[in-house]
Every structure is written in C-alpha cells, then in structure tokens.
C-alpha cells in the first residue's frame, strides 16, 4: 500500500515539475522574442527548446517511476505472506529436536525463523537477533548446509524460509 501512495506521490509532484517547465520555458520564449533581433535564428531559441525537451523527458520518466510503483512495486509484507501461502498447507518438520543440535547462535536465528511463521528477511534477522549481517549471513550458511533453511533471492535481498 505504501508504495502505491509514493507512486501517486512521484506522479502529482512530476506533473507540477512538468507545468512549470512548460510555463517557465513558455515565459522565456516570450522574453527572448521581445529582446533578440535576430528572431528564430537566435541562439537561445535552440536551447530554449532543449531545455523543454529535457524538462518533459525527466516528467515523462518520473511518471513511469510513479505507475511502476502503482502497479508493480510490491511490499516486503506482501512477499513474504505469498511464501507463507505457498507453504501453508504442507507438513512441518518437529524442530525442537533439531534445535537441541544446535550451536547458541543457530537455535536463536531458527528460532526467529519459526516464530516468523517460517518465513523471514534475511535483513529483519540481523536486527531481531542483535548479531551483524555478516554474522548472520554465516549462521544461515551453516543452518542452510544441515538442510534446516533455504534462501531465496527477492529484489536485494534474501528470504530465509524453514524446509518442510
């Protein structure tokens, strides 16, 4: 939903950068026909109509951002319940077993995994546990070797989702 509002956002504030290059471009036509002599021939016309040119380009791409948020930008909550649905119906493993094996830092990244409903992004891990990414990073290398997690790529970042 946030994204949807940033997009309409990007939107209005491209159409009032669009109106005022139009109206600034429009006003210094009018004063550069009043002040050269030369007419269309003038130099300034030239870069008159670039700069409009450029002023609606940089609109037009501000635009796109903003209908690229509106329809297609999604938000990390709605990720990470679109995994949770895919994985809602299967069976789970019993992981308190798993988690008497463990090493101190493995049981509580897991356990922040579980309790996420088992599915979690790799970022929130590093600020729920305390630990740096790196930290982190090396943790679920090791969880992801025992066969306990696996990571999925989405966007920048990684989705750490329990194996069933």
């Known amino acids: 939903m946030k994204n949807k ?7 209005i504030i491209s159409l009032i950068i669009g109106g005022l290059t139009y109206y600034f471009n429009k006003t210094l036509s009018s004063i550069h026909a ?4 030369m007419g269309p021939t003038c130099a300034g016309y030239q870069q008159i109509n670039f700069q409009m040119v450029m002023g609606f380009v940089f609109t037009a791409l501000l635009i796109l951002v903003g209908l690229y948020l509106i329809f297609f930008g999604q938000e990390k909550v709605e ?9 809602k ?7 308190s ?5 463990l090493k101190k830092e493995e049981k509580k990244i897991l356990e922040l995994v579980i309790n996420s409903q088992g599915a979690i992004f790799q970022s929130e891990l590093a600020e729920k546990s305390g630990f740096d990414k790196v930290k982190v990073t090396r943790i679920l290398d ?5 066969g306990i997690i696996e990571r999925r790529r ?3 970042t990684n989705v750490v989702i329990l194996k069933q």
């Open 5 to 11: 509002i940033v997009g309409f956002l990007v939107i």
């Open 34 to 37: 009043a002040t050269c002599s």
């Open 79 to 87: 990720i990470i319940k679109k995994i949770r649905e895919k994985t």
């Open 89 to 95: 119906g299967e069976e789970k493993k019993d992981y």
């Open 97 to 101: 077993k798993i988690l008497g094996t």
């Open 142 to 146: 090791g969880l992801e070797g025992k």
């Open 154 to 156: 989405r966007g920048m």
